[in-house]
């Protein structure tokens, strides 16, 4: 079973003969209750590394015509539809200030009003292998314009590399147009990143809210499948809502899952619904043979909270940080389910508070600690700052331990230097 990042990868290849996809097959997890399956292919940018036996995983538009009524009739007027650009003005909040549309928009209606927002998103990139042989090829993934001056989203996996490496992103438009975008802001934790260009007058999506979104419903998916076939429009229905993908070192990140049919170089691409509204944004999806249909999308309310930090400080301030390294712990071979604690950083709160390498954590705030993922999916719920509880095993013996969390702090971009050499990026 593989699941997919949306991105198209055609890069930094030893073996001319093998693609670059081929290489970078990772391992991802999809996990909801007792569901759990393999993911062993991301469909943007990613790069995954094993380190002994735990796998540590490196992630894994409605315009000026007429759409329905308004209060005005007319949905570029501001009184009846809500743009992004008012929430990156701090304006307004999701959901707010437009009247729900009674009908539903054709799929043709709705690709004609949204293809002007929806872009290409590409980083050139190059490396250098252990023979001194320098490759070069393109990472290309989507996206879409969220205010007329310039703001673009689209998921943090597919201008990672860019980030991290020091590489160029470039946004291309409907029209052809081709521009060097800056990379603003990012939320690894929710692979959401804001983009801006230098360009006035753009075509932006309208947003709809997803707490309105129903299974069964029908949804359209914008993008650049294949990094080719650009500008490509696909059709299905919400299958499930509240799926939990797990990526990136266990990291976990709630998406709903859609039988669009999403491909490499579709990640970060609009997800509309009937109405022609930005639902979610396309990131992954899951391949293996025979089976089809199984694409993912993180919420749009997710970037929304987001946004206004994104573009004031470049990332999402109060997040939460332990400061310790965990691995999925099993009763059989540690003799206790749990988050076994691997490493504990210097300085960090955790040691503060006395957690050791070798505790494993079974609960916090009294509430059960199975997996390393679940103490990362349990750490969403607070911010930096505050006090919880850690239920740990040591020697044996049952502690308590009272941890108060730092924060986050904001990423560093990267630059040439910090681009390995060998084969890859990363």
């Known amino acids: 079973m593989n699941y997919d990042y949306n991105y198209t990868d055609n890069k930094l290849s030893d073996n001319s003969n093998a693609s670059y996809s081929e290489q970078l097959k990772q391992a991802l997890k999809i996990r909801q209750g007792g569901f759990k399956v393999f993911i062993l292919c991301l469909v943007c940018v990613i790069i995954t590394v ?11 538009s409605y315009k000026d015509n007429y759409i329905g009524e308004t209060d005005s009739g007319n949905p570029s007027s501001g009184s009846g ?33 949204n293809c002007n927002a929806c872009v290409g998103v590409t980083t050139s990139v190059t490396s250098t292998n252990a023979f001194g042989q320098v490759t070069a090829g393109a990472i290309t993934g989507s996206g879409f314009i969220i205010s007329s001056d310039g703001y673009i989203i689209t998921n943090y996996h597919v201008i990672e590399t860019a980030f991290t490496g020091g590489y160029d992103v470039y946004v291309m438009l409907y029209n052809g147009k081709e521009y060097k975008a800056k990379i603003v802001g990012s939320d690894s934790e929710n692979d959401i990143s804001l983009l ?21 419903e029908t ?25 939990t993908i797990i990526v990136e070192s266990n990291k976990p990140i709630n ?19 009937s109405r022609g509204q930005v639902i979610g944004i396309a990131s992954a999806k899951y391949s293996s043979a025979g089976v089809e249909g199984l694409g993912f999308a993180v919420p749009i309310n997710v970037a929304v909270s987001a946004l206004g930090d994104l573009k004031q400080y470049g990332y999402v301030r109060g ?27 210097s300085g960090s709160c955790s040691e ?49 331990i009272n941890v108060t969390l730092d924060e986050v702090p904001a990423p560093t971009p990267g ?8 084969g890859g990026n990363k």
């Open 415 to 422: 630059t040439a230097e910090n681009r390995i050499s060998g």
């Open 219 to 243: 949804v359209y998916a914008i993008g650049n499948p294949l990094g080719e076939l650009t500008y490509t429009m696909t059709g299905g229905i919400v299958s499930a809502l509240d799926r």
């Open 319 to 345: 997040r939460p940080l332990f400061g310790i390294s965990v691995y999925t712990a099993s009763k059989d071979v540690d003799g206790a389910d749990g988050a076994l604690v691997a490493v504990v950083e």
């Open 81 to 113: 539809w809500k743009l992004f650009d008012d929430i990156l003005d701090g304006t307004s909040g999701l959901g707010t200030g437009y009247r729900r549309l009674t009908g539903e928009l054709t799929a043709t209606e709705i690709y004609e009003l």
């Open 50 to 60: 094993a380190a002994g036996a735990a796998l540590s995983l490196v992630i894994l």
């Open 352 to 400: 503060k508070a006395g957690v050791l390498v070798g505790d494993i954590i079974t609960a916090l705030n009294d509430k059960a600690v199975a997996s390393s993922s679940d103490l990362i999916a349990a750490k969403k719920n607070y911010k930096a700052g505050d006090t919880i509880s850690l239920t740990i095993i040591r020697s044996g013996k049952v502690l308590k």
């Open 196 to 216: 801006k260009i230098e360009a006035d007058n753009l075509t932006p999506v309208f947003i709809g809210d997803f707490k309105d979104t129903k299974v069964g």
């Open 255 to 273: 998406m709903f899952q859609i039988d669009a049919a999403i491909n490499s170089g579709n990640s970060g691409g609009p997800v509309f619904n």
